[in-house]
């Protein structure tokens, strides 16, 4: 027998131990926690990715995303990546050197999608409102007429500070003017009404690990026809092998032809959240998100503490809270986490310091967690302030 040139050495002892990871409950920016029946859909035994079996199931998932996004669109699929995969997905696929795309950007994933654009070579246009705002359809619509895109993208759900952007209108706007729309569902999907068909949005994209229950490892992509329209007009191929449409559809498409291996267990997990969502119904989720960060807001407000946006704006599933002066955010997050289990977000870009920012996606938007964060901020958070963690 020949020993292996590496022996385990006190270096390695910690590695080879069995996996041991706590039970956090994450009320931050994502991921969000899992529900424990998509916890076991995951754990279950791997079939093939051409197993009969396994193509009914990506029916099943095609079909419950369309119900979760209220869409009817044909190219409705789950990237294998994360949000920002089916991100890139949307621009690699229609975007061509020098078309013209308009990118409107109120916080960080606006500056993300106009970073991707670029790398499409597309001539990239920004406009921007300051972080915590939104743009009104007259913002939008002097931008159209200005720029003349080909593509608006912009965000609906703006994580980085907790704004909603209206979406009324703006798909007629872009109609008359020509372009197509594409926007950001990642932190709306499943906990913020959002009508994907009655908007006339023709790209979207989300991600599992947040509103949907589920961990990060899935992009669901959706591509209505006057996208796909354009797809098919490209003089070159799309520049991205793996992200692809059009080889994407012939294996999610009647034809179950192989592009990559289907991450298997990633699917039957989102099979069952939407299952789950879909059980719960539509509405009652949306409604459900709402009551929760009412609840969430009213208590926080109740301490002292104020929130980043007006209330018709805030997002239900994600909540920016400003730290009081004096208060060290990091701190009192880093003391929610190691000693209670507990995660929340920090700011992002020019709100770093300013906010704390709470999710309450999914699973995990029930009034009994809001309960416990509001109580730890009761009892906990004085202890961070200047002068009382001074005396200390
Ligand atoms: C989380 C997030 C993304 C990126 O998704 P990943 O799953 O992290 O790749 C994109 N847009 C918004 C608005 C997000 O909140």
Not at 228 to 241: F, G, H, I
Not at 343 to 357: H, N, P, Q, Y
Request: glycine share 10%.
């Amino acid at each position: 027998m020949t020993n292996a040139s590496f022996s385990v050495d006190n270096r390695h002892r910690e590695a080879l131990a069995p996996i041991a990871t706590p039970d956090r409950l994450l009320l931050g920016p994502g991921p969000s926690n899992a529900h424990p029946t998509v916890l076991d859909a995951l754990a279950r035994t791997p079939i093939g990715h051409l197993d009969p079996l396994y193509v009914e199931l990506m029916s099943e998932v095609q079909e419950l995303l369309r119900y979760a996004w209220q869409t009817d669109h044909r190219l409705t699929l789950p990237m294998s990546g994360t949000g920002s995969a089916a991100m890139e997905a949307t621009i690699a696929n229609t975007v061509e050197p020098g078309d013209t795309v308009l990118v409107a950007i109120k916080g960080y994933f606006g500056l993300r999608l106009a970073d991707m654009a670029g790398r499409y070579r597309a001539d990239v246009r920004t406009i921007e409102k300051p972080w915590g705002e939104w743009f009104t359809l007259e913002d939008l619509e002097a931008a159209l007429i200005e720029h003349r895109p080909t593509i608006l993208a912009m965000v609906h759900a703006e994580t980085s500070t907790g704004v909603c952007q209206p979406m009324e209108g703006v798909g007629d706007l872009c109609r008359q003017h020509g372009c197509l729309l594409l926007l950001d569902t990642v932190t709306s999907l499943g906990g913020v009404p959002l009508y994907i068909d009655e908007w006339k949005v023709d790209l979207a994209y989300s991600c599992s690990q947040k509103g949907l229950s589920c961990p990060p490892g899935l992009g669901p992509f959706t591509m209505g026809p006057r996208a796909e329209e354009k797809m098919s007009a490209r003089k070159d191929k799309v520049p991205n092998w793996y992200l692809d449409v059009s080889l994407l559809n012939k294996y999610w498409g009647s034809d179950r032809v192989y592009h990559h291996t289907a991450p298997v267990n990633m699917n039957f997990g989102m099979r069952e959240a939407l299952r789950l969502l879909a059980e719960e119904g539509l509405d009652n989720s949306w409604a459900r998100h709402r009551r929760n960060a009412e609840r969430l807001w009213s208590g926080l407000e109740e301490l002292g503490l104020s929130m980043l946006v007006p209330t018709d704006r805030r997002l239900p599933t994600l909540t920016t809270v400003r730290i009081p002066d004096g208060v060290d955010g990091k701190a009192f997050s880093l003391h929610l986490l190691n000693q209670h289990g507990i995660e929340v977000g920090g700011g992002l870009g020019v709100l770093a310091g300013k906010i704390w920012r709470i999710g309450l996606m999914g699973y995990n938007s029930t009034p009994e967690n809001v309960d416990r964060l509001l109580n730890l901020f009761e009892t906990e958070l004085p202890r961070f302030s200047g002068s009382l963690a001074a005396a200390a």
